[in-house]
């Protein structure tokens, strides 16, 4: 146990943060400071990162960012790392890469088609007129919160919207916002006849090896207005889009409940109406996307020892209960909307910390990044890189000694859903 005491420094007033840290009697000291434990903003971290600054992290510090997490968190860059990832798997006939009858992917099937526009209008066009019937979302690159999303069914709305806007949108992507624009999920799986999405929590405190966590408390979002696939209510986000910064606004909206329901609540609904077995596959279906999502950027990711991030990740269930990912948050949201949201947020917080330093004590980057499993809190084991390999390494140390080799089993660390380690 170390005597010395732990200073941190943060961008933001989130009472699920101090008190964390005043709990474990840490110091809390300026940015300009020497600084232990940061919980940056991603601006603050890109310019900690800036090689211009000159910062120079010592052993004793480490801060809630990666150096490049945009790879994962910019809804451009997720897409185009996810498509280059299939594709190194598909040059190397690896069996994840195998394609159905329609060329869909058959096990990385789990984004929904999307283009860059204005770089990829042409190609969006062309995938348009195969379905002109489909309805699509349009979102920024860079806002979040639902913020300048919005749903379209024909191309004249496309360009109707960039002759209201100050500035053509097919200049090149430089001289505006680009966005994204993916078929939209119009067949969701309703509760109440209203759309929700998962907002889920993973931990990552390597990407080399890879090692992840999944937070077990994640919450589903509700709209506060019930769900229509109808052209007529395109415009009405209060139906479509899942943010509590946008359903707050809405004349149902409940701010008891926030128009929240634990992952644990909608397993039990899942269990009783769609079997036990349906709803273990589902969630494992989870768990392989976030481990693929993951695995898709390891290698173009900035891989910093002092470094953690704890992502929101954003699913959608649709009613044939397959799940797909929309996107994910560098900083998901620490306000909290209602009791049992600060009290989860805070202990997502603590076992976070718990997690990424000796004991939950004080940093140190040598240190290998192995935590007893008392201090894992909430937290499971979602991916652990090395010991894949060694699992890898024990199943052909099996088939080369025949069914009559013995061997020694190496699944202490064994997470609860086996097929995320396929």
């Known amino acids: 146990m170390t005597n010395r005491t732990c200073k941190w420094a943060c961008d933001m007033e989130k009472s699920v ?64 790392n996810l498509k280059r990832y299939r594709k190194e798997l598909e040059k ?7 394609k159905d009858e329609l060329g869909r992917y058959i096990h ?112 589903c979002r509700f709209c506060t207005v019930k769900y229509s696939a109808s052209s007529t209510e395109l415009d009405n986000m209060f139906i479509h889009l899942t943010n ?50 993951l695995k898709a950027v390891a290698g173009v990711m900035t891989n910093d020892k002092h470094c953690f991030e704890c992502y929101g990740y954003d699913i959608i269930i649709d009613d044939n209960l397959k799940p797909w990912l929309i996107e994910v948050n560098a900083s998901p949201s620490l306000s909290a909307t209602t009791a049992n949201d600060r009290i989860m947020k805070y202990s997502l917080i603590n076992d976070t910390i718990n997690l990424v330093m000796p004991r939950g004590e004080f940093p140190d980057v040598k240190w290998q990044k192995t935590p007893p499993k008392e201090m894992y809190g909430h937290y499971e084991l979602l991916y652990d890189e090395e010991f894949a390999q060694q699992d890898i390494e024990s199943r052909e140390t099996v088939k080369s000694k025949g069914p009559t080799g013995v061997t020694t089993g190496r699944r202490e660390g064994k997470v609860k859903h086996p097929a995320t380690w396929k």
């Open 244 to 293: 509590v910064s946008i359903q707050k606004h809405g004349d149902d909206y409940n701010s008891h409940h926030g128009g929240k329901w634990t992952i644990q609540n909608l397993k039990l609904f899942l269990q009783g109406t769609r079997g036990r077995e349906v709803t273990s596959k589902l969630f494992d279906d989870i768990n392989w996307q976030i481990v693929h999502s």
């Open 17 to 80: 943060l101090v008190s964390n840290f005043d709990k474990r009697g840490w110091v809390p000291v300026s940015a300009d400071e020497d600084w232990n434990f940061y919980w940056a903003s991603v601006v603050t971290a890109k310019s900690i990162f800036n090689v211009e600054t000159g910062y120079r992290l010592q052993d004793d510090q480490i801060i809630n960012h990666f150096p490049s997490h945009y790879e994962l968190t910019r809804k451009d860059l997720l897409v185009k």
């Open 108 to 219: 990385l099937d789990f984004i929904p088609v999307t283009f860059l526009l204005p770089a990829d209008y042409n190609l969006f066009v062309e995938e348009f007129r195969k379905n002109p019937s489909t309805t699509w979302i349009m979102k920024p690159i860079g806002k979040a919160r639902g913020i300048g999303i919005f749903l379209i069914n024909k191309l004249s709305q496309i360009k109707k919207w960039s002759r209201d806007s100050k500035t053509s949108f097919f200049q090149s992507s430089s001289s505006r916002d680009s966005y994204v624009i993916s078929r939209y999920i119009d067949n969701p799986l309703l509760i109440g006849g209203k759309k929700f999405d998962l907002r889920m929590y993973v931990l990552v405190t390597s990407y080399r090896p890879l090692k992840c966590y999944i937070y077990e408390l994640g919450f």
């Open 92 to 98: 190397e006939c690896n069996p994840l890469a195998e």
